[in-house]
Every structure is written in C-alpha cells, then in structure tokens.
C-alpha cells in the first residue's frame, strides 16, 4: 500500500484518506517505518472500504473531474473553456481558463450568500465579526478566534441545504471555537439533520481540490 508518513510532535498515529485516496499516516517523531506498515496492515480493512466509497464517487462525478461540467447549487451545467467571454447563463458556465473560475463564482453569488448568512446570523443570534470569501484547497468555511469567518467560494456549487448547514457549523464556532459535545449539541439545534447532511457533504469533497 502507498502512503506517505509525516512526522510531527505528537502523541498518537492518524490515518487520513484523502478525497482523491492519497494516505496519510501521522505519527510520532522517531515512529518506526516497520510499526507504521504493521499499524497501517490492521487498519487496512478501514482504508479499503474508504478508498472503495472514494472511488465510485469519482466516477460518478468523471464529468466534473475532467471539467466537462461544473455544480451550480448542485446542478450540474456544461462548462466551456477557452472562451472570449466569461459569464454563466441557462446554457453552461463560459470562462477563458479555469483560473476565471473562482472571481466567476464570487461576482454571481457572494453577495446572496452573503445575505443569507447574516439572516441566518440574525435568526440564531450567532454574532460574527466580519466575512470573507476565499479559495481554499482542503476546507468549506473557518471561524477565527476573532469571530471573523471565511467561506470557500466553491461552497456555491453544493446544494443550498449544505450551503445552510456549513454557514451553521461555522457561525456555531462563534459561540464554541472546538469541536466539542457542547459545540454539536449548538449545531443541531439549528440543524437537527447536520449527521445525515455533513455525511453528504463528504461526496462533494473532491470539489476542494479542483479550479
């Protein structure tokens, strides 16, 4: 099995398969390169099944990998590259390259999003300080210690009920900056069903990495 091993200060070994099934083990500094192959040999069952999940979900996403198309709220829409002009219509998105891609997203729709979150805000009465828009490559959303809160623009290609549980999670780390029992007890509150929803969200994670 292929994997790469990063050392750090820490106590425990972690194993991550990524959306597009790299491995990573996490382990101690000084771990040996025999325990970490007999550690990942027991939990391969574990890796198998995850790389299996990973696997039919690219396929069943071939389309957007390649860049034919492109999620809109989740739908899917024809994606043109090479374009003299850079607009979305009924018709499919049009860009230049795929580095148009993201100021495309954010002209069409940061600013409702924007909206919904402080109605949202304003509903639960989850104060933030200020919001930004970003590109990242491994996350949907991000609190500071400041309250200052942080979206990838990507998220406006998932369907609006994931689009509202990721604007919860984030606004509910206003009020408990962890992950603790108490944090989830805050997200279910207003998102009885976030179990079932942050379970989809991980079908759309291959989207962090692409444009």
Same mark, same amino acid.
């Given at each position: 099995?292929?994997?790469?091993?990063?050392?750090?200060? &820490?106590?425990?070994?972690?194993?991550?398969? @990524?959306?597009?099934?790299?491995?990573?083990? &996490?382990?101690?500094?000084?771990? *040996?390169?025999?325990?970490?192959?007999?550690?990942? *040999?027991?939990?391969?069952?574990?890796?198998?099944?995850?790389?299996?999940?990973?696997?039919?979900?690219? +396929?069943?996403?071939? $389309?957007?990998? @390649?860049?034919?198309?492109? !999620?809109? =709220?989740? +739908?899917?829409?024809? !994606?043109?590259?090479?374009?003299?002009?850079?607009? /979305?219509?009924?018709?499919? +998105?049009? +860009?230049? *390259?795929?580095? #148009?891609?993201? &100021? !495309?997203?954010?002209?069409?729709?940061?600013?409702?999003? /924007?909206? %919904?979150?402080?109605?949202?805000? &304003?509903?639960?009465?989850?104060?933030?300080?200020?919001?930004?828009?970003?590109?990242?490559?491994? %996350?949907?959303?991000?609190? #500071?210690?400041?309250?200052?809160?942080?979206?990838?623009?990507?998220?406006?290609?998932?369907? =609006?009920? /994931?689009?509202?549980?990721?604007?919860?999670?984030? !606004?509910?780390?206003?009020?408990?900056? =962890?992950? *603790?029992?108490?944090?989830?007890?805050?997200? $279910?509150?207003?998102?009885? #069903?976030?179990?079932?929803?942050?379970?989809?969200?991980?079908?759309? #994670?291959?989207?962090?990495?692409?444009?």
């Amino acid at each position: 099995m292929k994997y790469e091993i990063v050392y750090s200060k &820490r106590g425990s070994l972690s194993i991550t398969v @990524s959306a597009d099934n790299k491995v990573t083990l &996490r382990c101690p500094i000084g771990y *040996s390169r025999e325990r970490a192959d007999r550690f990942l *040999s027991e939990k391969s069952a574990w890796i198998n099944r995850t790389v299996a999940r990973n696997e039919k979900r690219l +396929v069943a996403n071939s $389309e957007i990998i @390649s860049y034919e198309k492109i !999620l809109i =709220n989740g +739908v899917r829409f024809p !994606l043109y590259i090479g374009c003299s002009i850079r607009e /979305i219509t009924n018709n499919g +998105v049009f +860009v230049k *390259s795929i580095n #148009d891609i993201k &100021r !495309l997203f954010t002209d069409a729709f940061a600013a409702i999003f /924007i909206e %919904r979150l402080k109605e949202i805000s &304003r509903r639960t009465g989850l104060n933030f300080r200020s919001v930004q828009i970003k590109g990242y490559k491994s %996350r949907w959303g991000c609190c #500071d210690g400041a309250n200052n809160l942080s979206f990838n623009y990507k998220l406006f290609m998932l369907p =609006n009920h /994931i689009q509202y549980y990721i604007i919860i999670h984030e !606004l509910c780390h206003t009020a408990q900056h =962890n992950h *603790s029992e108490s944090f989830w007890r805050l997200v $279910e509150k207003f998102a009885p #069903d976030y179990r079932r929803v942050k379970k989809e969200l991980r079908g759309y #994670d291959f989207l962090t990495s692409l444009y």
